[in-house]
């Protein structure tokens, strides 16, 4: 590959980069509502106590992920919790184009989620283990409020198809270029606080 065409594809790239970061800009009020949401679910999972149904729902869950993940080493871990988080996160985004139904329930759930697994740790380990959940929430958190910001601005305007596709289209951009490369950092670094701080 000659110099000019290196150049013309690092331009390219830094373009791409540069649309995707003016189109979070543009839909940060939605991205502050799922931020919303998603912090006032996470404070009730944390100091209202849940009802024995919800409490058995959440820690099944949680066992399963556990059980899903127990005896895999590094690099299966991190790719499992990668893979899991893009899942996620992309349907978060995708499926905003229900109204943005699906990204405020995302939002409610992992909230919640977050909040009660949170204060069960802190009942067993202390305070202190919290300091482990907020390296990788660092890259992982953004992520999710940005894909999940998005599928609900996706949502709001859904009747206007010529703003839907290009919501969308954006979105997709957002997506591989900022989301994807918040998570994989994310997955790394909860792969190996699991792996050898626990």
Known sequence: MTSKKRSKKKSSLKEQYSLSWNFIKESKKF?????????????AGFFIPA????????????????????GLSLPQL?????????????FGLA??????????????????????????????NGIIIL??????????????????????KMGFQVLDKKNLKRNFIE?????????????IIAAVIEGLLITFVN
């Open 31 to 43: 991205i502050f509502l799922a931020l919303g949401i998603f912090f006032v679910f996470a404070i």
């Open 51 to 70: 009802p024995d149904f919800i409490s058995k729902i959440v820690l099944d869950y949680v066992k399963e992920i556990v059980k899903e993940t127990s």
């Open 78 to 90: 991190i790719s499992f919790i990668f893979f899991n988080n893009t899942k996620s996160s992309f």
């Open 95 to 124: 499926l905003g184009t229900f109204f943005g139904v699906f990204p405020m329930i995302f939002s409610i759930f992992n909230g919640y989620l977050l909040g009660f697994v949170a204060a069960e740790s802190v009942k067993v």
């Open 131 to 152: 300091w482990k959940l907020l390296p990788h929430g660092i890259f992982e958190l953004p992520a999710v409020f940005i894909s999940l910001g998005l599928g609900i």
């Open 171 to 183: 979105s997709l951009r957002v997506f591989l270029l900022v989301i994807i490369p918040l998570l």
